[in-house]
């Protein structure tokens, strides 16, 4: 098999994580008779430099044309004061995903044992681990809803928060489909006691439950579910929820994990990759571009690393080299391995190249 990936490191620390998720990929493929095609394109602050905008077409043309996409990081502050659609969030990450149809985002909430002394949750709550998925609605709701305005004076604006059945099923049925694969139990988190459209939702997931007879349904008002997260997150198995919602709450369950530096995330479309016969999506980790230590050799990649075995899974089709890629990475951390974000005082902290070479070795290894 043949895969076409597309690379987009963006800005900040994004390059040097994209090139790690990059090593693991080819490492996996090398190890399980694979081979990749990757190229790479501009986005975020780079792009609008050289292009005059956060996403040119020949990036999105590229994209369309792949496999799967892996992202790095996008944004710094001397992009702040452009125009809200010269920005590279607004302007080269919420148009990719609209554009691409990436309408579910699945972000896993994992604390490795090995990690417990550094999540912010007490020792008790976290001595057994945790392991929890946010499926996130990624197209709809207040983000896009139509009209959004400010009033002529500056004194007033709206925004517009709107979703249809159909796009509300085609979400629940991701969260319902990850849940078989999982514990079975899936949690949909609303407003319903004010929002019409939090009604819809949970009146829909009602509906779709019946055909999902192994999967237990319950249903959460999201600023109970804030709190449940921090108080007993292990009740969670799959939440699915809106776009807002599922914003705020994957942000604060991936701080359950100790740091940002260890989330992956993957935005998923509802075609298949062309080569592959997985599902076309675009992986990136949740933190941001962290231009502060940006080239310095200091961000954690295995939130990228991880990002490239969600999309082994996902996108390619291979299993077992995405089992690999998350061994390597849970061997390297029970080896003691840390990157500065998770080490813990007085430990030795390793750098971006280091920490990803000690993956790779693990990888061989396995």
Not at 292 to 298: E, L
Request: glycine content about 8%.
């Amino acid at each position: 098999m043949h895969y076409h990936i597309v690379l987009l490191p963006g800005d900040g620390i994004g390059p040097e994580v994209t090139a790690a998720g990059a090593q693991a990929l080819e490492k996996a493929a090398q190890m399980h008779g694979f081979a990749l095609h990757t190229e790479t394109a501009l986005i975020g602050g780079c792009a609008y430099d050289a292009a005059g905008h956060p996403l040119p077409p020949e990036t999105l043309a590229l994209c369309r044309t792949a496999d799967a996409v892996l992202l790095g990081a996008v944004g710094g502050p001397q992009y702040d004061t452009l125009p809200a659609h010269l920005r590279p969030e607004a302007g080269a990450l919420l148009p990719l995903r609209k554009e691409l149809g990436l309408f579910a985002n699945l972000r896993p909430a994992r604390l490795f044992p090995a990690l417990a002394a550094v999540s912010a949750l007490r020792p008790e709550i976290t001595a057994q681990g945790l392991d929890l998925l946010v499926v996130r609605e990624l197209t709809g709701g207040i983000y896009f809803g139509q009209p959004k305005a400010r009033s002529a004076n500056g004194e007033s604006a709206t925004d517009t928060c709107t979703y249809s059945r159909t796009e509300i099923e085609r979400i629940l049925h991701t969260g319902f489909q990850a849940a078989q694969k999982r514990a079975k139990r899936l949690c949909s988190v609303d407003k319903a006691n004010v929002l019409e459209t939090s009604r819809l939702w949970r009146e829909t997931a009602v509906k779709l439950a019946p055909q999902y007879p192994g999967v237990e349904l319950s249903h959460m008002l999201v600023d109970n579910c804030a709190m449940q997260l921090v108080r007993d997150p292990r009740q969670f198995d799959v939440i699915v929820t809106e776009n807002m919602f599922g914003d705020i709450l994957s942000d604060e369950a991936s701080m359950l994990t100790g740091s940002l530096g260890m989330l992956p995330s993957a935005s998923l479309g509802s075609h298949s990759a062309a080569a592959a016969g997985g599902v076309f999506g675009l992986y990136e980790p949740v933190h941001g571009s962290a231009p502060d230590i940006a080239g310095k050799n200091a961000a954690n990649p295995l939130a990228a690393i991880l990002s490239a075995a969600m999309l082994l899974r996902h996108s390619l089709a291979q299993p077992a080299a995405a089992d690999c890629v998350e061994k390597a990475v849970a061997q390297a951390l029970h080896d003691g391995l840390r990157t500065a974000d998770i080490a813990e005082a007085g430990t030795k902290a390793l750098g971006t190249r280091e920490m990803t070479e000690a993956v790779l070795q693990r990888m061989q290894a396995a």
